[in-house]
């Protein structure tokens, strides 16, 4: 599961990068982005696994998830409408956020 998370982290850097230098609107942009957003999703699923696999909470990876599927929902979602995704979205980075609250207040006060 490692070499498969670091050969998706390697296309997120590589089609990330040409997503950015690609001019908006050109055929190499929009495939690129949708690569990258694949390769995204993939290597937040590995490191969440991965994550769990060492025993840890999977905080990091839903994280990375979060981000690259509300960016990805962003840029498809019509203007101006709310779903259950976003609801979806904002109840797990509410979890997030109070998981890393709770950690904090552990590290300080525990």
Known sequence: MLIFHI????????FGYTALLALK??????????IFFI??????LSAAYLE???GD????????????STSWFTVKRK??????FDYCAFI?????AITFY????????G
């Open 52 to 54: 769990y696999q060492l």
């Open 57 to 68: 909470f999977p905080i990091m990876g839903i994280l990375s998830l979060y981000f690259a």
């Open 7 to 14: 050969i998706a982290g390697s296309f997120v850097l590589l």
């Open 25 to 34: 609107g050109l055929r190499l942009h929009k495939f690129a982005g949708n």
């Open 102 to 109: 709770k950690w904090g207040w552990d590290f300080a006060y």
């Open 92 to 96: 797990s980075i509410l979890a997030v």
């Open 39 to 44: 390769a995204m999703v993939i290597l937040s």
């Open 79 to 84: 203007e101006k409408q709310i779903g259950l």
